[in-house]
């Protein structure tokens, strides 16, 4: 199929959506669970799509719903769709190997995240533009942040100044990814964290409140509640 989205766009973008999303109850594979009446997966598509920057689309789909995701993405975006693997790291890796070859810059989403806005992706392509090896949008940690052991005692409060809640969409310079990849040893589910493991210097951009992780029942209801309010 395709890669042709933008003919301008340098970025690539790389959607892990293989997942089985155990944690949000009974149903098919979470990138295809039902968010307003579409999956999870179109929402995110849409919003990648509407991105100047992006040139192509790789979806690393469930392997027994490779051909159902690319009619249903078909009319939304040009898109390439993959098999997945056992693994979001295996998913990853699949999806980079598909990339076309004239587009420097990649970005890692995941279709859980299927409200992650359209300047978001934007953000982290500039970044990478102005000299960034990687690049990860975050937000500050607002609750308190206790260190406690493996008996359940507290042994004590973390400085929450210095921590951030990273979301996605992760960018990187190919090679730099394609290395961090190749280089992988234990499986993370973090790729941004691979590419500290080779001492890349990582960089943050600010995140987005719309852009949570829908891992749960509660975080389905209020993404629809978002999607609702016009996100």
């Known amino acids: 199929m395709t890669a042709q989205l933008n003919p301008r766009g340098d970025v690539a973008v790389l959607v892990a959506a293989a997942g089985s999303g155990v944690r949000l109850g009974p149903g098919g594979p979470k990138a295809l669970r039902l968010l307003g009446g579409e999956p999870l997966l179109v929402h995110a598509v849409r919003r990648i799509a509407a991105a100047p920057s992006v040139g192509a689309v790789v979806i690393a789909a469930p392997p027994d719903d490779v051909d159902a995701v690319a009619a249903l993405l078909t ?30 810059f990649v970005l890692v989403h995941d279709a859980a995240r299927a409200l992650a806005p359209p300047d978001l992706f934007e953000a982290v392509a500039a970044a990478l533009r102005a000299g960034a090896s990687a690049v990860i949008p975050v937000l500050p940690v607002v609750d308190t942040i206790k260190e406690v052991g493996p008996d359940e005692e ?35 589910t973090d790729d941004a964290g691979l590419a500290e493991k080779l001492g890349v210097r990582v960089d943050c951009v600010p995140g987005s409140d719309h852009a949570l992780k829908i891992t749960r029942p509660f975080d389905l209801a209020l993404a629809a509640h978002l999607l609702s309010s016009g996100a």
């Open 75 to 104: 009319p939304i975006a040009p898109v390439i769709v993959v098999a997945g693997g056992a693994h979001r790291q295996e998913s990853v890796g699949a999806a980079l190997a598909a990339v076309p070859p004239d587009l420097p």
């Open 154 to 188: 507290v042994r004590g409060t973390v400085d929450r100044s210095r921590l951030r809640a990273v979301q996605t969409p992760q960018g990187f310079r190919r090679e730099v990814l394609a290395a961090a990849h190749a280089a992988a040893v234990d499986p993370l």
